[in-house]
């Protein structure tokens, strides 16, 4: 068991929107929605607030748990509208298709070594986004956790997003 694991805490935490936020900022690679961008942009604010700039250091291995209970729903209802009316999907829609697409990219622009794991449930969406990331935590597969919590009204327009940094230690 890793000991910093034991105890974890929040270490840095963020909000999209806090005041005077408008849309999160376009993702490159990533279209027709706000998903993506509004997860990125959380999860920028919240690690900013532990790290400052990029990269995280080297020596923390942070896992990032993204999770939401319908993901991605605009680009999947553009998907299944294409494909009903006989269109084709543009090539960036197979990319974005899974979560993973933009926990990934949270990873990489911030150089963290850890695992990526993306839920859906249908029960406490925050509960259970902690537990997996305390399991990482405990189980010694990574030294923090960053989770994105993320949800989308039925008609596409972003709800919010909440982005947590788990860890031992104290925060900043």
């Given at each position: 068991?890793?000991?910093?694991?034991?105890?974890?805490?929040?270490?840095?935490?963020?909000?999209?929107?806090?005041?005077?936020?408008?849309?999160?900022?376009?993702?490159?690679?990533?279209?027709?929605?706000?998903?993506?961008?509004?997860?990125?942009?959380?999860?920028?604010?919240?690690?900013?607030?532990?790290?400052?700039?990029?990269?995280?250091?080297?020596?923390?291995?942070?896992?990032?748990?993204?999770?939401?209970?319908?993901?991605?729903?605009?680009?999947?209802?553009?998907?299944?509208?294409?494909?009903?009316?006989?269109?084709?999907?543009?090539p960036l829609f197979f990319f974005q298709s899974v979560s993973n697409s933009v926990a990934?990219?949270?990873?990489?622009?911030?150089?963290?070594?850890?695992?990526?794991?993306?839920?859906s449930t249908t029960e406490d969406l925050r509960a259970d986004a902690t537990a997996a990331?305390?399991?990482?935590?405990?189980?010694?597969?990574?030294?923090?956790?960053?989770?994105?919590?993320?949800?989308?009204?039925?008609?596409?327009?972003?709800?919010?997003?909440?982005?947590?940094?788990?860890?031992?230690?104290?925060?900043?």
């Amino acid at each position: 068991m890793n000991a910093q694991a034991a105890t974890p805490g929040v270490l840095a935490e963020a909000r999209w929107p806090e005041p005077g936020d408008g849309a999160p900022p376009p993702l490159p690679g990533f279209v027709h929605s706000t998903f993506h961008p509004l997860a990125a942009a959380v999860a920028e604010r919240c690690l900013t607030r532990r790290y400052g700039e990029r990269p995280a250091p080297p020596q923390v291995r942070c896992a990032v748990v993204l999770a939401s209970v319908a993901g991605d729903r605009p680009s999947a209802e553009h998907v299944r509208a294409t494909v009903d009316a006989g269109g084709r999907i543009g090539p960036l829609f197979f990319f974005q298709s899974v979560s993973n697409s933009v926990a990934g990219h949270i990873a990489a622009r911030w150089g963290l070594h850890g695992p990526v794991v993306c839920l859906s449930t249908t029960e406490d969406l925050r509960a259970d986004a902690t537990a997996a990331a305390e399991l990482l935590l405990y189980d010694g597969d990574a030294d923090e956790a960053l989770l994105v919590l993320i949800e989308q009204a039925s008609d596409g327009t972003p709800t919010g997003a909440v982005a947590m940094l788990m860890g031992g230690g104290t925060g900043s």
